[in-house]
């Protein structure tokens, strides 16, 4: 201070910053505000050197407000980084440099642009002297890519690019220096289900994509890597019409069916419903297995969808349409009995029909239970009964043993009564017949 007169600065008022390392002011010149002279009747002098800063720092900073205009180009130390950019001392304070403004392309790391203790030239883009905040930026020295976007790039042109991002969503691909565009998963590929960018593409990789859209307001441009390769679907319906019986590899099984894989990446379902014509399957897994060669017949064929519909039942004729054909209601039928239930029975007749004889046309008469007459029956037996209802569409068919019975006994007198007549006796009568029988 002069005069062989030492004073006190403590270390939190010797500088406008924290002091990490005390011994490094040792040497510095600097002007002092005298905060105490005296204590205890004693010379006792405390220094402090922070508001003293403080006060060129504001100044400075109003000196910048007044005196700067956003575009004017300044220069400051590169003082410390944040994820989102760096912080620039312009003289005691400090500007923003955003990463968004280091560079017109895609910046991940701001110390790949600037360096620490960096003396730097940077343009104003922001002033906000109420909130005391400084904008700056290094792109603005160079003009914006997206003024001329349109010489370069048209919608539906191939271009390459490197993949400079991946997220949940797609990859964000940079065309030249400033001009990045979204490629969604969902046009990675015409026929692969991906479930992330990184199965497909990488950080770095060049690739080739087409220009599906763009806005120069927002600076977004979409792009597609699926464009660029032909688009298997377009000539499906030709590749298998409907009708095309092919042999193909099972792939998957669910609960509702398989999938059945026609060729790379393009799957045809097979419905558990069009399996067979005539077995109530529960699980297509009873029938088919993963990696078995079945054939099959595309049964529907929708490109727009992205969906082709395969069938085994119908390689063969339906049997439920013949059946319906053959055997009419009323006619006799022969079948093995299946299964036996609380109410009825089941019978399988010719083509694998398979109809329930229910409880009422089980009886042979009004007297006997269902109880009784169900006694008579076992699985696997051999039985005739009549056709009551078949239904192709709905794959129904019904029995009846009542109503056989009542035809049989009608057939045999329709033949004895056909035979009297044949006799000179023509007295003998129904009753006779009747009380005959039972007898």
């Known amino acids: 201070m002069g005069a062989g007169v030492r004073a006190f600065l403590p270390i939190s008022q010797s500088d406008s910053q924290k002091v990490e390392k005390p011994e490094k002011l040792v040497g510095t010149k600097s002007f002092f505000y005298v905060e105490r002279l005296y204590s205890d009747n004693k010379v006792n002098v405390v220094v402090n050197r922070r508001k003293y800063l403080e006060e060129q720092t504001e100044k400075n900073r109003e000196d910048f407000f007044n005196n700067i205009k956003i575009g004017d180009s300044v220069t400051g130390i590169v003082k ?13 304070f400090d500007g923003l440099l955003h990463i968004n403004d280091m560079s017109w392309g895609h910046v991940t790391k701001p110390k790949d642009f600037v360096k620490k203790g960096q003396e730097i030239t940077l343009k104003v883009i922001r002033l906000d002297p109420a909130e005391k905040r400084i904008n700056l930026s290094l792109k603005h020295f160079t003009e914006d890519p997206w003024l001329h976007f349109e010489d370069k790039f048209h919608v539906n042109d ?15 691909i940079e065309l030249e220096e400033g001009i990045e565009g979204l490629a969604h998963i969902s046009e990675f590929s015409w026929i692969k289900k991906i479930n992330k960018p990184s199965d497909m593409v990488s950080i770095g990789q060049e690739v080739e ?3 599906l859209g763009y806005d120069i307001q927002a600076g977004r441009v979409s792009l597609g890597l ?7 679907w377009e000539d499906i319906i030709e590749k298998y019409p409907v009708g095309t019986r092919l042999t193909r590899k099972v792939v998957k099984l669910t609960n509702a069916g398989a999938f059945i894989q026609l060729e790379d990446g393009i799957d045809g379902f097979l419905h558990i419903d069009d399996i067979s014509w005539t077995k109530k399957l529960k699980h297509p897994g009873a029938e088919l297995a993963v990696d078995q060669e079945v054939e099959v017949m595309v049964i529907e064929n929708d490109p727009e969808s992205h969906r082709i519909r395969l069938g085994i039942k119908q390689l063969s ?17 022969e079948g093995e009995i299946t299964s036996i239930t609380d109410f009825g029975v089941f019978l399988k007749v010719a083509g694998g029909i398979e109809g329930l004889i229910n409880k009422q046309n089980l009886l042979e008469n009004r007297d006997e239970t269902f109880e009784d007459a169900v006694k008579k029956y076992a699985v696997g037996d051999k039985i005739k009964a009549v056709v009551v209802e078949v239904s192709p569409e709905k794959q129904k068919a019904a ?3 009542k109503d056989y019975k009542k035809k049989a006994q009608r057939e045999e ?14 007295a003998y009568t129904l009753g006779d017949f009747l009380k005959n029988k039972s007898n």
């Not at 699926?226 to 298997?232: D, S, Y």
């Not at 013949?322 to 009323?330: H, K, R, V």
């Open 413 to 426: 007198i329709s033949r004895y009564m056909s035979s009297e007549e044949d006799n000179d006796d023509g």
């Open 317 to 333: 004729e339906d049997p439920w349409q013949s059946f319906a054909e053959t055997y009419t209601p009323g006619t006799s039928v």
């Open 226 to 232: 699926k464009q660029v390769t032909e688009n298997p």
């Open 158 to 172: 191939i271009v390459k690019g490197h993949v400079t991002k991946l997220t949940d969503f797609g990859a964000f």
């Open 80 to 92: 410390s980084f944040t994820s989102f950019g760096a912080f620039i001392d312009l003289g005691g």
């Open 399 to 401: 029995f009846s043993i």
């Open 209 to 211: 994509c087409m220009i």
